[in-house]
């Protein structure tokens, strides 16, 4: 089942990837691409569907205006030229994920073209990316395989679908081949994706959820020898859904093709499965460039007529490019370049962002996604953003710190009760009895305690060694078993002492 | 009887006026039809549904309405109560829809056409669904799943197809009105050779939403009818634009039963098409059309002679896009969602073979013939060729016609080359039933409105002829203007309706041979 594989180091000496990727964005809009039922993730199968979902006899579809706006968007941020007119065209295939038995889809005629996107790499390097095009299609219907061993069609027993997916609006963006990304290729597929995930979530046209398949990401990998500019044959690794697994695939992929190609054997042109657990991929289905998916112009539907006073239009309503936003952001957080850059290689920008909207300071925000969840994340295997901390949940520890009411120490305790699923924050206060002792009575007892325990440290700081005072803190906060606000303790002591802090 | 044959025999427009006169009852309306349909359908086989109660149910309703008078009444449509059949290819809730074809036996749509919609506002009670050749493709009817339908002035005969079902109908007075769907002549060959009329409107005119699609580019939703005038006010009924189909138009629709009501042709041009007459055509077809003509010119109208050279490529371009567009059309019926579902009998239980075996048991050989055509034409390497290629030929039709319309205002053919022919004569030779439809196609290769209405009889066989008008785009009223006129002074020439010259179906004496050994001593042999 495992293939061979050549480490990296060794398949980089040898060979020169060229990278390929698709991405499909799920598209927000109210309602879907061709029907009026609502576009709703998640809810009781097969309930956000009518007679056009279904493809009833005697249906038609009806383009939905919004989705058009959305593709545009999404074309001109990718720096795509918009096609003044173009078509959809039926994709003939039968299989019950698609009610029709085709798939309306662009085919010749995308709406979109011939862009690109610059993405920076962690060295602060911008490699450029070319967009072949983006086109609109229709996402197929959630076939779910019963009673077979590996939840693939072949030996199940029977087959469950959902058509509340059918419909949904779909982007397909398409890159031209990437060649020139050598040993960086995996590090640009996951900073590619990212940057995509990026565009179309501050454009607001999609959830971008990547672990709920709102941004998927088909990754193209072929290898050649250093020095050869014919291609080599490509594998494509089907729904990638994470960043880290974009990476990790590309990675892989590139191993095993190092491999097969070392051993004289050809590549074979097919698609992959990417296993999370294994982060190895395994043989889908052959994929030839002959399918024969008997495209024709729908005869459904009208062209669409993008006129340029639209496009226009649209284009003035574009947020700020990713660069110029990472510009005002990094002004606006007074970060260092390198503080900076670190945030966009972890890629928590967006939740700092999205943090500090929620009531934190720039600086509070990066210390708890950098300095506590970053680490979290990678202990976990799972981007920051998917960890399930909560913008809300800093902010309401970072409070609690700041009141007086836990200190630090506890704040990351609670953190850690919070992803366990333990509840609120104010909950696991409550639940773990972690409060800092905050009444006087109980400080100065154990103050004096100290105090008298070592009457020479008592001298020195009535001498003016101020520095002392760390001793006779550590042992009450010993005493309080942590629950002490060190800075009240510290006060205490002086006052105690009759000295001036 | 003789009240129920005087109710039968009514046009829409005069029973529209009876019903609003309150001198008969939208109930005794829809029951003479009923009753009609119950005595001779046994013979004409246009019904593959009765929708009796609901039909009875929706006309108590005007009726109650009328009696209660006041707003309600004055607000009711001129055709409320006046009953209607619809082809079995559109939806409605309530009834079946077969599309002619087992792989559809026993389904209810969930949702009802927009035209259907359109006529249940109009409160217009629904007889029935009637017969067609399976997902509309025939000639004949011969290719419906449920048997074929017999042509009323010759049972013996073929009542035209996809739409013999609703045109059959319409001429055995077992109703007044129907609606039928045209994609390449399936409402107008059908009027043709049963005497009746029939329009296929300009394409986008009525929505197609609800009607399962054979062409999606050629397919159009019209009205069946015995007068001129009722096929417009039919046309009033169901046309305009409909949101959920995005070919439909946008304009508002044209006051067509004015035009119908224009009475004169005085000062209009009107263009014989050269390609579409002569040779390959009947005699008798080709005297009555020519008859038509003198009738037209006397009236005042300019006749001239127009050209449309590409018209020749129009079949057989047809005979690659149809069956393009069909083979993906009808790729849904697979046995998955509804239908029929027919399980392999040995071997594995894929779903792919599910769906191989449902659709090898679910449709009939003239349907596979156009999915295998059609997937052919468009596979990778022959596409060009085929689709490619037919898509040009219909510019070049378009050209044609835009030629035509610079000298002419309307273009006059007849509507089939021949006359009715028998049952099982052309059923084992597609080419030649495919032939039928060689001067309806043009018209939905190019999205121009067509109007067939009865020319008379052929000497030969002394069955009905259809002389077809062809209009530019939007400008279906047109065609109403002058096929209004032209059947008034054909009328005046005949004394009367031509179907009043059609046998009677509940004479004892006339069976279906009998009529049919009685048209063949006088048929001429010319198809």
Redesign the interface.
């Known amino acids: 089942m495992s293939d061979a594989t050549l480490s990296f180091e060794e398949a980089m000496e040898k060979y020169d990837p060229v990278l390929g990727f698709e991405v499909h964005v799920e598209l927000n809009t109210k309602s879907k691409m061709f029907s009026s039922a609502p576009n709703i993730f998640g809810d009781e199968p097969n309930t956000n569907v009518n ?1 056009v979902d ?10 939905n205006k919004t989705a058009i706006e959305s593709s545009i968007k999404i074309g001109l941020a990718l720096n795509c030229k918009i096609a003044e007119t173009c078509r959809f065209a ?1 994709k ?1 295939y ?1 299989y ?1 994920d698609t ?4 798939q309306t889809s662009q085919y010749d005629e995308p709406i979109a073209y011939d862009g690109y996107l610059d993405i920076e790499l962690s060295d602060g390097t911008i490699f450029r990316v070319e967009i072949e095009r983006a086109h609109m299609e229709e996402d197929a219907g959630k076939l779910t395989h019963m009673g077979g061993a590996t939840g693939r ?1 072949q030996g199940a027993d029977y ?1 469950l ?1 959902d058509y509340n997916r059918s419909g949904v609006p779909l982007v397909e963006i398409v890159t031209k081949p990437i060649e020139g990304a050598g040993s960086r290729a995996p590090e640009l597929a996951k900073a590619y994706v990212a940057a995509v995930r990026e565009i179309v979530k501050n454009l607001g046209v999609s959830d971008a959820k990547m672990e709920r398949g709102n941004v998927r990401c088909d990754a193209n990998v072929s290898l050649r020898p250093h020095g050869r500019e014919r291609f080599g044959i490509r594998s494509e690794t089907k729904n990638v859904n994470s960043l880290r697994a974009v990476e990790h695939a590309v990675r892989y992929e590139i191993q095993r093709h190092a491999a097969v190609l070392d051993s004289g054997e050809p590549i074979v042109q097919e698609t992959r499965h990417w296993h999370e657990d294994t982060r190895t991929t395994t043989s889908g289905r052959p994929k030839s460039d ?1 399918d ?1 998916y ?3 112009p729908e ?4 062209p669409i007529v993008a006129s340029r006073e639209w496009v226009e239009e649209l284009r003035a309503t574009l947020p700020e490019p990713p660069a110029a936003r990472r510009k005002r952001l990094q002004a606006d957080w007074g970060y260092s370049d390198l503080e900076f850059r670190d945030v966009v290689n972890a890629g928590v920008m967006d939740e700092i962002e999205e943090t500090i909207a929620a009531g934190a300071t720039a600086t509070v925000a990066r210390k708890w996604w950098m300095g506590e969840i970053v680490g979290r994340a990678k202990n976990a295997d799972v981007d920051p953003g998917q960890l399930g901390v909560a913008p809300a949940t800093i902010v309401e520890l970072n409070k609690m710190v700041e009141d007086g009411k836990i200190n630090n120490k506890m704040a990351t305790e609670v953190l850690d009760g919070v992803l366990a699923g333990e509840g609120t924050p104010a909950e696991i206060v409550a639940k773990r009895g972690l409060a800092v002792v905050s009444d006087d009575g109980p400080l100065l007892e154990a103050i004096d305690a100290a105090l008298a325990a070592q009457p020479g440290v008592a001298d020195k700081i009535r001498g003016g060694k101020l520095q002392a005072i760390g001793a006779i803190v550590g042992s009450v906060m010993k005493a309080t078993r942590g629950q002490a606000d060190a800075g009240r303790v510290k006060e205490l002591i002086l006052e105690r002492l009759g000295v001036e802090g | 009887m003789t009240e129920n044959n005087e109710l039968i025999r009514s046009s829409a427009a005069a029973l529209a006026g009876k019903l609003a006169a309150r001198e008969v009852s939208a109930v005794e309306v829809t029951q003479a039809h009923l009753d009609r349909i119950a005595a001779v359908d046994g013979k004409v086989h246009a019904f593959l549904h009765v929708n009796t109660d609901e039909a009875l149910a929706v006309a108590a309703e005007v009726d109650a309405i009328r009696a209660a008078g006041g707003a309600a009444a004055g607000e009711l449509h001129a055709l409320a109560g006046v009953p209607i059949a619809v082809k079995d290819l ?2 409605t809730i309530g009834q079946p ?1 077969t ?1 002619g074809s087992k792989i ?1 036996e026993g ?1 209810h ?3 009802d ?1 927009t035209v259907v919609e359109r006529l249940r506002a109009a409160k217009m009670p629904i007889l029935g669904k009637t017969n067609l050749d399976e997902f509309a493709m025939g000639s004949s009817t011969e290719h419906s799943a449920y048997g074929p339908t017999h042509n009323p002035w010759d049972l013996d005969r073929i009542p035209g197809g996809s739409g013999g079902g609703s045109a059959a109908a319409v001429a055995a007075f077992e109703a007044p009105l129907a609606l039928g769907t045209d994609t390449g002549g399936s409402i107008r060959q059908p009027g043709a050779v049963t005497g009746t009329v029939g329009v296929k409107p300009t394409y986008g005119g009525v929505s ?6 054979m ?3 050629l397919d159009q939703i019209g009205p069946v009818s015995r007068t001129v005038l009722d096929s417009a006010l039919l046309h009033q009924v169901i046309g305009g634009h409909d ?5 439909s138009l946008q304009d508002p629709l044209e006051d067509l039963v004015a035009a119908a009501s224009i009475g004169n042709v005085a000062g209009m041009k009107i263009g014989i098409i050269k390609e579409l007459h002569g040779e390959g055509y009947q005699a008798g077809v080709e005297n009555r059309f020519n008859e038509s003509l003198e009738l037209l010119r006397g009236a005042g109208a300019e006749i001239v002679e127009v050209s449309c050279p590409n018209f020749k490529y129009a079949l057989g371009a047809y005979y690659l896009i149809m069956p ?2 069909a ?2 059309n009808l ?4 046995g ?3 239908g029929l579902r027919v399980l392999p009998k040995d071997g594995p239980m894929t ?2 073979r599910v ?1 191989g075996a449902t659709r090898a048991a679910g449709f009939g050989d003239e349907v596979k013939r156009r999915i295998i055509l059609g ?1 052919y034409a ?3 390497g022959y ?1 060009d060729a085929y ?1 490619g290629s037919a898509q040009k030929v219909r510019t070049l039709i378009q050209r044609d016609f835009d030629a035509a319309f610079a000298k002419a205002d309307v273009l006059i053919s007849p509507t089939a080359p021949t006359t009715a022919f028998k049952l099982g004569e052309k059923l084992n030779d597609p080419l030649a039933m495919y032939l039928n439809d060689v001067a309806t196609i043009p018209a939905n290769m190019a999205g121009v409105p067509g109007l067939s209405l009865p020319g008379g009889l052929a000497d030969e066989d002394g069955l009905p002829v259809g002389v077809q008008l062809l209009a530019p785009a939007r400008q279906d009223a047109r065609l109403y203007r002058v096929g209004a006129v032209l059947e008034s002074l054909l009328e005046a020439q005949w004394g009367g309706p031509l179907l009043d010259k059609a046998p009677s179906l509940t004479d004892p004496s006339l069976t279906g041979s009998a009529l049919s050994d009685a048209a063949a001593s006088s048929h001429g042999g010319s198809h």
């Open positions: 007679e279904l493809g009833m006899p005697g249906v038609l579809p009806v383009v039926r003939n039968f019950p009610p029709k038995n085709f069609i087959s679908v002959a024969d008997r495209y024709f005869p459904d539907l009208v | 559109i939806v829809t599309a559809l389904w749509s969930p949702y056409a197609r939403y609800g009607a399962i699609a062409a999606s580019s949101p959920r189909d995005s070919t393009s567009e083979s993906s790729a849904k019926f697979d998955v969602r509804y779903i792919e769906m997937t468009l596979s990778a596409y689709y």
